[in-house]
């Protein structure tokens, strides 16, 4: 039921005071204004509702990214530490190649050296012995 202020602005004159007017019950703006505003707020309150929906779904799909980004972040961080572990066998691997190579030529540089002293003795020591053989027996008084 209306109040006693909406039934008084229904009776106020709808024109300025002075010459007669014709007479006539004034038009209820306030109830035209809540008719039209009903309809824009329910627009507005759907427009509401899809923007809820779509921030809720944005936001869950903002999640679903995140989630995929930390889990393909773990994928390539295990990757990298496999990779890293095959690069360090490889490297070792290559080490000990070069190394064995390495003791391979010294080895062959030492055999070689050894070998040398060899034929150096082989020539030199027939005569070796004679100096000793010439000397114990300077000594002995031979």
Request: charged share 30%; no cysteine.
């Amino acid at each position: 039921m209306p109040g006693v202020a909406e039934l008084l602005d229904r009776l106020r004159p709808v024109v300025a005071p002075g010459a007669d007017a014709s007479s006539g019950v004034p038009a209820d703006r306030r109830h035209e204004a809540e008719s039209e505003l009903t309809e824009v707020f329910a627009v507005i309150a759907d427009v509401q509702r899809d923007a809820d929906r779509l921030r809720t779904a944005a936001t869950v799909r903002a999640e679903q990214l995140r989630q995929d980004a930390d889990h393909r972040a773990a994928q390539l961080v295990d990757s990298a530490r496999q990779q890293a572990e095959a690069v360090r066998a490889e490297a070792a691997a290559a080490a000990r190649v070069d190394a064995d190579r390495d003791l391979t030529a010294i080895t062959d540089d030492a055999d070689a050296v050894a070998a040398g002293i060899r034929r150096r003795a082989e020539r030199e020591l027939p005569g070796v012995v004679d100096d000793v053989v010439a000397a114990a027996m300077t000594v002995v008084g031979l």
